[in-house]
């Protein structure tokens, strides 16, 4: 009379065992049995099948953290690769590039300035033609300008005894007050290296943000990967419940509500997976943006383990010492407080009387040939001085007044920068430890879940409760699992991140083949 009951229990307990649970070892005494409910009461008075089994002391496949590859016969790209690639055709990135091409070709303008110019002159007419050549030359450190000018005229049906002319002229310039000495020669030039000095540290930034940018980019499509894997392992289990669910409900040992709730339970368990497999193709075509090729392109990041965060860092205080050396913003912001400088001396010295000393020499001769027009030339040297000074200075006042206003307008942004970059320090190296701790207690909230999940497994299975806790710590291990993966991969992307903030990020070398 017993066999029937025995036999459905039998065929109900195939039917409530969940994915990914392995048959517990039962305890060495019966003791433990728990109290006869009228599940309980139909199995079988034998030893072996009176005994409570205990919950494994290890948790499942649910609490281990799993490589998760990409789509099957995609092509797939390391993350250095990717950074190589992006640092070649991020347009963003291409478009700082022509930025110091640029600056370099206005180098090259500003020396220009101080190679001699050489401009020839032919001229013809019906009764004269004139050879000539003019050569000007900026002369280097003094401010001084030289400029010589050659004229050979012939006039070969004049009625004149001497139809040929040479006039060659010599003129050197050496001011001795306003634009003497080397800021005022080399002002111009100084300022385009600076700003082809700043566009090269723009550059670098630019390729240490983007750098950063596509490792956060791949470790997101990682984060997804790891996502809409626990969303299928969970969507499951949960489907496993749910036929679970119904069995017992069939044989009357579940009511509806349990149905309801793991019917419930497997919905939001799909929905999960449609977002987290949207969220995955938003972080894919995020990542072959950055790499500026096509959204619908195959590529994919390869498989990646999570990282460990077992790293030791540097204290704080050398850390901030490294990067007030290292930044670039630091040096280019000090390098701005000279620039101001220059400018400001600059405009004191321009307040000064212009004051010239002029060198000229001449020579002037007739002929009949070239050769007489060059040897019976009158020669003559001359030493004047020039001098001006306007009586309206209110703009070259004011331009020095501006210029020393921004001296210590650079100033305060040199201490200002410095703050905001130990402070950058000091937050990135918090949220690095943070993470990491963070990490370690998300792993044992991840084991307790698993834990906590295959223990109401066994209860409902054994009829000791409803599938609430169930689904409650279904919904816990998800939750556990899911921020373990982001805080791992947030903590990959964080000690890369730290390095760009000491300055000590080497794209090239940190990601070389």
């Known amino acids: 009379m017993r066999s029937a009951p025995i036999a459905v229990l039998a065929a109900l307990c195939a039917a409530s065992a969940l994915p990914g649970q392995t048959p517990p070892e039962p305890p060495p005494s019966p003791a433990a049995e728990p109290p006869a409910t009228p599940a309980a009461s139909a199995r079988p008075t034998s030893p072996a099948a009176a005994r409570e089994p205990e919950p494994p002391a290890v948790p499942d496949e649910d609490a281990r953290e799993r490589i998760v590859g990409p789509t099957e016969g995609a092509p797939t790209m390391s993350l250095a690769a990717a950074v190589r690639l992006a640092l070649e055709k991020n347009f963003s990135l291409l478009g700082s590039v022509d ?29 004269s033609y004139v050879f000539g050549v003019d050569v000007a030359q900026k002369l280097p450190w003094s401010g001084g300008t030289l400029s010589a000018s050659g004229r050979y005229t012939s006039q070969p049906s004049a009625s004149t005894p001497f139809p040929k002319t040479t006039d060659v002229r010599l003129l050197l310039t050496q001011p001795i ?26 550059l670098s930034l630019a390729q240490q943000k983007l750098a950063v940018d596509v490792a956060s980019a791949f ?12 969303a299928r392992q969970s969507l499951q289990r949960t489907e496993a419940l749910l036929k679970s669910s119904k069995a017992r409900l069939e044989v009357g040992l579940a009511s509806k509500i349990d149905v309801f709730r793991a019917e419930l339970q497997a919905a939001q368990g799909r929905d999960a997976m449609v977002r987290s497999q949207a969220a995955l193709a938003t972080a894919l075509e995020r990542f072959r943006g950055l790499l500026s090729i096509p959204p619908d392109d195959p590529v994919e990041p390869e498989a990646a383990p999570l990282p460990d965060t077992r790293d030791e860092f540097e204290p704080v205080q050398a850390l901030v010492l490294r990067a007030l050396q290292a930044r670039l913003e630091l040096t ?72 020393e206003i921004e001296v210590g307008t650079r100033e305060r942004t040199v201490r200002q920068t410095e703050l905001d970059v130990e402070q950058q320090v000091r937050q990135a190296l918090r949220d690095l430890d943070q993470i990491r701790k963070s990490v370690e207690l998300q792993r044992q909230a991840v084991e307790v879940a ?19 806790d169930v689904v409650d710590s279904e919904s816990s291990l998800v939750t556990a699992r899911s921020a373990l993966v982001q805080l791992l991969t947030t903590y990959a992307v964080a000690r890369l991140d730290l390095k760009r903030t000491t300055g000590t990020l080497d794209v090239f070398a940190e990601f070389a083949p």
């Open 99 to 127: 930025a110091v091409e640029t600056a370099r070709w206005q180098e090259k303008a500003a020396f220009g300035e101080f190679l001699p110019t050489v401009t020839p002159l032919f001229q013809r007419s019906s009764d």
């Open 450 to 468: 698993a834990q906590q999940r295959r223990l109401a497994v066994l209860r409902y299975q054994r009829g000791l409760g409803s599938n609430f």
């Open 219 to 230: 470790y997101a499509v990682v984060a997804q990967r790891q996502l809409l894997d626990v």
């Open 177 to 202: 007050l306003r634009g003497v000495g080397p800021n005022a020669t080399y002002f111009d030039l100084t300022n385009a290296r600076r700003a082809r000095q700043g566009q090269e540290r723009s």
């Open 332 to 403: 280019e912001a000090r390098d701005q407080v000279s620039d101001a400088r220059r400018a400001a001396s600059l405009a004191t010295q321009n307040l000064l009387p212009q004051l010239d000393l002029n060198v000229a020499v001449t020579q002037l001769g007739y002929g009949g040939t070239l050769g007489d027009t060059w040897s019976a030339a009158d020669r003559r040297v001359e030493f004047f001085v020039s001098a001006s000074y306007p009586f309206q200075q209110t703009s070259l006042r004011s331009t020095r007044a501006i210029a």
